[in-house]
């Protein structure tokens, strides 16, 4: 908890800094946004409890995988003795950041569609987009994205002492993509994900909805036809429609939004039959 405090008061400072000399939307406030409250809750609810449930449904995996070898292996891993353990640290770390990458690009389009959006929607609502609603994201969406995150890279069998370089280099550049900077990385825009490639992700205009997924390497998205980042523009509208405002109403919306669609369907269903001679 510690290191995590730490870690946000420097992108506090670091990331609030550089807004003041580049910002992507200047008309965003500077330090404090409007929605800075419930981004604080999420934060919390992500450090105290998302870890420890990772950790829990990562034994289960393995144990559905391995049986009763998984506790083993999990171990095993651990101590670092996996299958990758004896490459060098760096070459672990970039294996690992980039699979987990590929995985994450298609878990996140599978976010995108009819039945997963509303868990999803939650890390879309802000409006005003910056660094501090990185964390915004619904325990149900957390729970696919690092648990299969962690089941690969235990699989793989890193040391622990590449799990040290990943960890500290996901949380920052999951906070540095988030924050209000203009940066395009200009001629590595397809290479390494900027503020701005992953803003246009943010957009609410339907119409560039579903582009720019990739995490960390955008020419994922030009592998498969979701790259989106015109040049000389710069995303200025953020947010998803019907998403509330209050965290329980957040944690709660995905349940009540698929119920409503659920209704929907079988009104549908039933004035079809209706219908029918
Ligand atoms: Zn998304
Ligand atoms: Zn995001």
Known sequence: MLWSLAFAAAAFLVLGLLRQGSPCNPDQPRWFGRDMGVDVLWWLLSFVLYGNLTVILTRLVLQGLYGADGPRLFQAIQAGRGALSHLPVLVQAGLVIFLVDVIQYWLHRAFHTRWLWPFHAIHHSPRELDWTATWRIHPVN????????????????????????VVPFNFFSAAFVHANLNWTFGPFRYVLASPVFHRWHHASDPAIHDKNFAPTFPFLDVMFGTFHMPKGQLPDAYGAEGVPTDMLGQLAHPFVAIGQMLGRARAARASEAAARP
């Not at 994205?145 to 962690?150: D, L, M, Q, R």
């Open 142 to 165: 957390f729970v696919f994205y690092e648990t299969v995150a962690g089941v690969l890279t235990l699989l793989l069998g890193c040391s622990p002492q590449a799990l040290v370089i």
